[in-house]
């Protein structure tokens, strides 16, 4: 039951980061939103599996956090302005 009521707050938290990735006044902000969205989903994902006693909610959530990082690793270099390859 208390794995549920975590699940609750995170997506509250998920809702609030959604409101600041909107209203966001520069890129960094509405990028660093994202990037707390895909953290807290990561995260819900694991409470799930273990709450269900699912492993393929596990395996979903390292697969995305795998992709998460490396879609933030290259809107970082974008915003920077440098290009993707070097």
Do not use: N, Q
Not at 4 to 18: D, G, K, N, R
């Amino acid at each position: 039951m208390i794995l549920l009521w975590i699940e609750l707050i995170a997506v509250i938290a998920i809702l609030i980061c959604a409101i600041r990735a909107v209203l966001g006044p520069t890129a960094p902000d509405r990028v660093l939103a994202f990037d707390a969205i895909t953290g807290l989903l990561i995260a819900s994902l694991v409470i799930l599996g273990v709450h269900y006693r699912v492993s393929m909610l596990l395996d979903i959530a390292l697969v995305y956090a795998l992709l998460a990082f490396l879609g933030t690793l290259a809107i970082s270099k974008y915003l920077e302005g440098r290009s993707v390859e070097s």
